[in-house]
């Protein structure tokens, strides 16, 4: 419950404080931070069970029923291992798991160990010194952030390194497959396919980036850009809807495409904009939105 994030999940926690409130459904979470305010708020409303860590023994015993349902195996020593370093976290022990079964040449030694977390910056670093692909799975597995997250800082980090020619083209191509790959994830519900999502971007940024080549660069977009997405979001979504169902063409053309365009040529008669919004039956909010997109296009005309 401490995942939920104020503004992409806004309203969530008023949601299920009703819910639990109402006791019309038993409802289990879990948490990581009991002194998150989320978590402080739900927990006045719920019963409260701690849980301590699974001693290493006992995840010992349990990596290797895994192993033995999987039919994998792993030597006693680096069973061991896994289990201290993973100090009770199973979950991070599964997967500490996992990689050491399909990549055995992955550090995990001292200083590849489950405490080691990576912020963006150090992440990308560590990934541009990779030597192997083993080496950047390592590091993508550590990498404190969720998939669209690595996405977009990646995306960011290739374009703000001056990467030229085939290696610019080889890499954002990695990255184009990878969103794809995300996007089927979500579209799908296929969680499980998300074992290959950093798989793929170490394999093909190492094989597309030379070593060293990669730098870390933020989100850059600037602020103003922000704030129209922000705010204008909603209105962008009904006219891009609007567009695609009136011209048969996907939501992805209608953004890509069509709305570019129509923003220059209503641009030329100073009523174009308002014409267009009522053959299309748009609503204040989206005709406004979509007269400012024009103005700027002329502005932009002009200068260029």
């Known amino acids: 419950m401490d995942g939920l994030y104020g503004r992409q999940d806004y309203g969530g926690l008023d949601f299920v404080l009703d819910l639990v409130k109402s006791g019309a459904v038993p409802v289990v979470?879990?948490?990581?931070?009991?002194?998150?305010?989320?978590?402080?708020?739900?927990?006045?409303?719920?019963?409260?069970?701690?849980?301590k860590p699974v001693p290493p023994r006992l995840l010992e015993v349990y990596l290797r029923s895994i192993l033995l349902r999987e039919r994998a195996s792993l030597s006693d020593e680096a069973l061991q291992d896994i289990s201290q370093r993973s100090r009770g976290d199973v979950r991070g022990a599964v997967n500490d798991l996992q990689m050491a079964v399909e990549l055995p040449q992955a550090p995990m030694g001292p200083t590849g160990g489950r405490d080691q977390i990576f912020a963006s910056k150090d992440a990308?670093?560590?990934?541009?010194?990779?030597?192997?692909?083993?080496?950047?799975?390592?590091?993508?597995?550590?990498?404190?952030?969720?998939?669209?997250?690595?996405?977009?800082?990646?995306?960011?980090?290739?374009?703000?390194?001056?990467?030229?020619?085939?290696?610019?083209?080889?890499?954002?191509?990695?990255?184009?497959?990878?969103?794809?790959?995300?996007?089927?994830?979500?579209?799908?519900?296929?969680?499980r396919l998300l074992r290959y999502f950093d798989q793929m971007l170490a394999s093909g940024l190492i094989d597309a980036v030379p070593r060293g080549h990669l730098s870390y660069h933020a989100d850059d977009l600037p602020w103003s850009l922000k704030l129209r997405i922000w705010n204008e979001g909603r209105v962008f979504r009904t006219l891009r809807?609007?567009?695609?169902?009136?011209?048969?063409?996907?939501?992805?053309?209608?953004?890509?495409?069509l709305l570019p365009y129509f923003a220059v040529i209503l641009g030329a008669e100073k009523e174009g904009p308002e014409r267009f919004a009522r053959l299309l039956r748009l609503e204040e909010p989206a005709a406004k939105v979509l007269a400012k997109e024009v103005s700027r296009a002329k502005t932009q005309g002009g200068t260029g």
Do not use: C
């Not at 990646?154 to 990467?163: C, F, K, P, Q, W």
């Open 241 to 257: 809807d609007t567009i695609s169902r009136r011209f048969r063409v996907t939501r992805g053309e209608a953004v890509a495409l």
């Open 124 to 191: 990308v670093d560590s990934l541009s010194r990779s030597e192997k692909p083993a080496e950047a799975i390592a590091v993508l597995h550590r990498w404190d952030a969720q998939p669209q997250e690595k996405l977009r800082t990646l995306y960011a980090s290739v374009l703000g390194s001056r990467l030229e020619g085939e290696s610019l083209r080889r890499a954002l191509e990695v990255l184009a497959k990878a969103d794809g790959l995300l996007g089927e994830i979500k579209r799908t519900q296929t969680w």
């Open 29 to 51: 979470m879990a948490a990581n931070y009991e002194d998150d305010d989320k978590v402080r708020k739900l927990a006045e409303k719920s019963a409260v069970y701690r849980f």
